[in-house]
């Protein structure tokens, strides 16, 4: 019971990110939804996560070396405390593939 109470405090801000996304952005958003959830669920439309497929094309595996190529119009990446990096932090944190995005 405590985990799950420390869980969801670590988590209390992923609903405020999820609702800045839907609210202030467009387009494809590139998401690990491994421990963010909470930020995917407003926008769960127009997520590329770890599923995300078009055919035979693994669109998220294209999208962690190239987002761009992916359409991603935006990059979530996870590095706290509490959950640590995610693995599109991993991926792409401090990469030439996150040139253009601010």
């Given amino acids: 019971m405590r985990e799950a109470a420390e869980d969801f405090n670590a988590q209390s801000m992923q609903p405020r990110t999820g609702d800045f996304l839907k609210t202030h952005t467009t387009g494809p958003v590139l998401i690990n939804l ?20 078009s055919g035979q ?3 998220w595996t294209l999208a962690l070396r190239d987002p761009r190529a ?6 979530v990446m996870r590095n706290s405390p509490q959950h640590g990096a995610d693995e599109t932090y991993f991926a792409l944190h401090d990469k030439p593939a996150l040139a253009g995005y601010r």
Avoid: C, M, Q, W
């Avoid at 491994?34 to 497929?53: C, H, M, Q, T, W």
């Fill in 34 to 53: 491994v421990g963010n959830e909470r930020v995917a669920f407003p926008i769960l439309d127009r997520v590329i996560y770890e599923g995300s497929k």
């Fill in 57 to 59: 094309t693994n669109i």
């Fill in 70 to 75: 992916a359409g991603a119009h935006v990059i």
